[in-house]
Each structure stands twice: as C-alpha cells, then as structure tokens.
T-cell receptor
Framework: QQQVKQSPQSLIVQKGGISIINCAYE??????FPWYQQFPGKGPALLIA?????SEKKEGRFTISFNKSAKQFSLHIMDSQPGDSATYFC?????????FGTGTRLTVIP | EAEVAQSPRYKITEKSQAVAFWCDPI?????LYWYRQILGQGPELLVQ????????DSQLPKDRFSAERLKGVDSTLKIQPAELGDSAMYLC???FGRGAEAFFGQGTRLTVV
C-alpha cells in the first residue's frame, strides 16, 4: 500500500518556469512532510520540510503548500534552473517510518 | 559538515555470495534507517533502529537479510545469499529521533551477477 502518492512521474519545464509536484497521503498520523532531491548515483538530500500546523513554507525558490483537510501537499520550484534537474521525492512520517512517494523526474530545459 | 558515511560505494557480487554494507550515522543520531532503492523508484524501508534496538524490520526479507547496530552507533546490513533481484542502491539514513528529519548517505550500489 502506497502511503504517499506522488505525481507527475516526470516533468519538463523551461528555464525560468515554475515546476509543481503534487503529493497526497493517507495516514493522518503523519506530522512531518519532507521533500528530498536526488541526483543520479547520489543519496537523497533533504530540500525543505513542513509540519501540518502551517499551510505554506518558503525557502528561497522552493515553496511547500500544505492542505491538511485534503491531505495533500505540493512543491513549487520558482524560476526553475537547469541545475534543478533531478528526481524529487515527497515523504511523510509520524512517530515511526519515513514513507516516500514514487518520485518525479524533473528536467529543466535551458 | 556532518554526514552519513557508507561503504563501499559500489559492490559487484555473484549470485549466492554473501555481501555486507556498512553505515556510520551522524554523531548523536539515535535513529538509523536502511532503505533499498530500485532504479526509478522511491526508497523502501528495510529496517529501522532506535539506538541498538530494531523498531521495524517488517519489510526485511529475513531469510537472507540481516542487520545489526550492536553499540547503537554504526550499523551493518548483510545479504546471504545474494540474488539477482537484490541489485539496487542500498541507502542508510539517520535522524535525531523518530519522525525527525532524516539525512541520507551516498548509498551503496549493489550489482548481483
């Protein structure tokens, strides 16, 4: 059972555009929602995270929007750059395991 | 900057052989995770430790996989015997505690031939 569902599977964006990745979760016990960025051959790196007591968190060009009632959250990458080309994973965790989405491969075209 | 150390980075082994991976978490992190990531998919939890105790190994194929964290610091994941389907990236992560942000190592890329 997929605890966190992620879409789209792949995304192509022009340089300077906005990249949007969506996730939905089932487990209402989740209280921490991180996003990870992974480059080929590397381990996932924590990008930004949010707790459900806030609806939005912004760090530089990266913003998480959180809708607790809908059990959905999304990552927005503003002014997307070729260096942002990577695979992005959303995740959710409560007291125990960290569950990952299936990933979104982002390609930013120069 | 503190980081999770894993070794080896790459491992090629023959089917039915034994293989072991090592992980040294960030100092002070009580929670340690081992994940398996098949190419093109998200990481899937194999085992989670809190200090030296296993808190979740429900997805660990215990007939061939074993994991230990004897002194509550570094950890070893073993596969014996390895099968072709075990080819994947094996990732170690650590965090201060359950539900806290987890930091990943570079992973060990295993190829079983």
């Amino acid at each position: 059972q997929q605890q966190v569902k992620q879409s789209p599977q792949s995304l192509i964006v022009q340089k300077g555009g906005i990249s949007i990745i969506n996730c939905a979760y089932e487990n209402t016990a989740f209280d921490y929602f991180p996003w990870y960025q992974q480059f080929p051959g590397k381990g996932p790196a924590l990008l930004i995270a949010i707790r459900p007591d806030v609806s939005e968190k912004k760090e530089g060009r990266f913003t998480i929007s959180f809708n607790k009632s809908a059990k959905q959250f999304s990552l927005h990458i503003m002014d997307s750059q070729p260096g942002d080309s990577a695979t992005y994973f959303c995740a959710g965790t409560g007291a125990n395991n960290l569950f990952f989405g299936t990933g979104t491969r982002l390609t930013v075209i120069p | 900057e503190a980081e999770v150390a894993q070794s080896p980075r790459y491992k090629i082994t023959e089917k039915s052989q034994a293989v072991a991976f090592w992980c040294d978490p960030i100092s002070g992190h009580a929670t340690l995770y081992w994940y398996r990531q098949i190419l093109g998919q998200g990481p899937e939890l194999l085992v989670q430790f809190q200090d030296e105790s296993v808190v979740d190994d429900s997805q660990l194929p215990k007939d061939r996989f074993s994991a230990e964290r004897l002194k509550g610091v570094d950890s070893t994941l073993k596969i014996q015997p390895a099968e072709l389907g075990d080819s994947a990236m094996y990732l170690c992560a650590s965090s201060f505690g359950r539900g806290a942000e987890a930091f990943f190592g570079q992973g060990t890329r295993l190829t079983v031939v």
